[in-house]
């Protein structure tokens, strides 16, 4: 079954949840990037993240961008994502394994690290950008997602990341909810929502028992009514092309792209976020110049 996220509200109007299985996105991030235990973790949990916000933030044609730089081994995280369910990211460095923590779970927060930032930018299509910056409050992303939302976006809400690797390497399962906390919900719904998620597996764990988003859902706002609102698909997608890349080779100055053409008899541009390469021989890269000039 393909990748979804869930949109619901409960009945009683006071928390909007989405859960999302993304485990075939954060797949197929891993094998383009061929990330390690600890890189899969730390990107798939930034693009499950950067899903859910966008999702539940932003409107049509809008997209965001996320970034996480915590002075770890894995270096930055910059990952993309819109309202649609269509995400891509990248590592620094996607070859870091660690040893995992005493209870068994990858040491994502040893990965990270936890001195630094996530900062989110909007694009909302007016004349500026709007970035929103929070410190790292944990390093293990979920709940820097959470500082996230609660400081920039002043929705105070909870928010679960889990990626589960193999030990071929192999992502086994991916996904996260996002519970919004709405302004009629009393300290005592919150207690016991909260309550609810203390005793909730990982996300990942129930993925892997095939549960379906519905029956998470259901784990997660335990005794709530709740009324499912959309059901949408959610991918890996990257827009590049040629095309754009030409378009930033014409940015170049001539004197650099004819040192490409005198040295290399031509160029190789990849693209960051899926490791796609574009090969440009000396009779594109002449064009490139004509165009220029």
């Known amino acids: 079954m393909s990748d979804n996220l869930t949109k619901a509200v409960s009945k009683d109007g006071k928390f909007r949840v989405y859960v999302v299985n993304a485990t075939q996105t ?5 094998k383009r990037h061929d990330t390690w235990r600890n890189s899969s973790a730390a990107l798939g949990r ?34 993309d994502a819109d309202a649609k369910g269509n995400t891509k990211g990248y590592i620094t460095n996607p070859h870091v394994s660690l040893k995992a923590r005493e209870d068994g779970h990858i040491d994502v927060k040893s990965a990270v690290g936890d001195k630094g930032t996530l900062s989110i930018t909007k694009d909302l299509h007016l004349k500026e950008p709007f970035t929103g910056e929070v410190p790292l409050v944990s390093g293990e992303i979920g709940m820097d997602f959470a500082y996230y939302m609660a400081k920039s976006e002043q929705i105070p809400s909870a928010i679960g990341v889990s990626v589960f690797v ?51 859902l259901d784990k997660i706002m335990n005794g709530l009514d709740m009324k499912v609102l959309d059901n949408m698909p959610v991918q890996f997608k990257c827009d590049c092309s040629k095309e754009r890349f030409s378009k930033s080779l014409g940015t170049l100055a001539t004197k650099d792209l004819q040192s490409m053409i005198d040295e290399n008899h031509g160029a190789e541009a990849v693209c960051k976020f899926c490791n796609n390469k574009y090969e440009f021989s000396e009779a594109d890269l ?8």
């Open 26 to 30: 954060v797949q197929e991030a891993q």
């Open 46 to 79: 930034t693009m499950i993240g950067s899903i859910l916000v966008a999702t539940s933030t932003l409107k049509e044609d809008e997209l965001l961008t996320t970034r996480i730089q915590g002075g770890g081994p894995v270096g930055a995280i910059v990952v």
């Open 166 to 216: 193999e030990p071929n390497e192999q992502v086994g399962a991916a996904g996260g909810f996002l519970v919004q906390t709405m302004p009629g919900a009393t300290d005592k719904d919150i207690s016991k929502i909260e309550a609810n998620l203390k005793i909730v597996p990982n996300l990942s764990t129930l993925l892997n028992e095939g549960l379906t988003n519905e029956e998470i």
């Open 286 to 293: 002449k064009k490139i110049i004509a165009e220029k000039n």
